[in-house]
């Protein structure tokens, strides 16, 4: 059975969960959870998102948003989670597939 598509609201705050995958680590070092905040808060800007609250845990993040947009939330979060190459000189955090 297909999931019920979501009602995005502008406006209307969301808590967005993002996994690791196979709920692996996503974050090895301090500078990580750096990274993938200064690339989440340029994404939020970038698309229209206010972060009201956000709780960076090893394996996974939670997010208090407020999109400006219905398509606003899902556009910030491809940012962080794109599957970009990452280059080296950069912290390796990754939500999709592992980094080798």
């Known amino acids: ?8 609201l502008p406006g ?9 995958n ?3 680590a996503c974050f090895y070092a301090d500078e990580d ?4 905040l200064d690339v989440l ?9 206010a972060i009201h609250a ?3 845990i090893t394996n996974h993040v939670h997010l208090l948003v407020t999109p400006e947009s219905p398509a606003s939330a899902g556009l910030m979060m491809k940012g962080p989670c ?6 080296d ?8 597939h592992r980094r080798r």
Request: one cysteine or more; charged letters at 20%; proline letters at 8%.
């Open 22 to 24: 196979n709920r692996s």
């Open 89 to 96: 000189s950069e912290p390796k955090f990754f939500f999709g």
């Open 12 to 20: 209307i705050s969301l808590h967005l969960i993002q996994r690791g």
């Open 41 to 49: 808060v340029e994404q939020a800007k970038k698309h229209g998102c």
């Open 82 to 87: 794109s599957g970009q190459p990452i280059p």
């Open 54 to 56: 956000w709780c960076l």
């Open 1 to 8: 059975m297909p999931r019920r598509t979501r009602v995005l």
């Open 33 to 36: 959870y750096l990274f993938y």
